[in-house]
């Protein structure tokens, strides 16, 4: 008697359930459905639509964004050894850097009567070395050139070089800014060649010999004709 029971209400929910999802929608000559009703209801069937529009424009509009920011430079020149000059910098920083923790535990050690006067003056010394390296280094490879680009309309120089800690910085700068070789002084067979601007007091060096000028068209607009 128990299984007939809830199969018949079993039964019932489930014709319930179906008869309540095939219902049709209520006619607008009821006196309970208005048209406002029915504008709220077509409205509610819309939103996914209009959500999935709202995402894909979302979608569209930082692309543009990055592409309208992106500005299009071209590489007039390069320095293909920078690369090595970025290793060794980080190498000689690395280097001065056990030196200089390995300074304290000698210094104390040798309060200790553990180590002999000559160790410590030999770990001094080369702490001072590693010091004095580690700043020539850095003074000549922040100097150096690594790219030099020119963006299309011809109106600003983009310079790439080392940082302090070896990372490369990027140098904006308007055509108008950059002295030619022959305001500089400098010739084509010098060994290092001179990036001085009209705003600013700081030298960066460029090298013919070992790098290499992808354009030399671009090349001419920035600093001049080359003799």
Not at 122 to 134: D, N, R
Not at 155 to 177: M, Q, S
Request: with cysteine; aromatic share 12%.
């Amino acid at each position: 008697m128990a299984p007939s029971f809830g199969r018949c209400l079993q039964n019932k929910l489930w014709t319930g359930s179906w008869k309540k999802e095939d219902a049709p929608l209520p006619s607008l000559q009821s006196q309970n459905w208005r048209p406002g009703a029915v504008n709220r209801y077509l409205g509610r069937q819309r939103e996914p639509s209009v959500c999935l529009c709202h995402s894909a424009s979302a979608a569209v509009v930082p692309q543009k964004a990055l592409e309208e920011k992106a500005e299009e430079f071209k590489l007039v020149y390069r320095f293909p050894w920078i690369k090595y000059c970025r290793v060794l910098s980080r190498l000689k920083l690395l280097q001065t850097a056990t030196t200089m923790v390995t300074l304290p535990p000698v210094c104390y050690l040798y309060l200790q009567d553990q180590v002999s006067q000559g160790v410590l003056l030999y770990t001094t010394g080369i702490a001072l070395f590693a010091g004095a390296m580690l700043y020539g280094m850095s003074y000549f490879f922040r100097r150096i050139i690594g790219l030099i680009y020119l963006n299309e309309t011809g109106r600003t120089v983009k310079v790439a070089h080392l940082t302090f800690w070896g990372r490369r910085n990027d140098i904006y700068c308007p055509i108008e800014a950059v002295m030619t070789l022959d305001e500089v002084g400098d010739s084509k067979g010098e060994l290092l060649l001179q990036f001085k601007r009209y705003n600013s007091t700081e030298i960066l060096y460029f090298t013919l010999k070992f790098g290499q000028i992808v354009d030399k068209q671009r090349f001419t607009q920035i600093f001049g004709k080359l003799e």
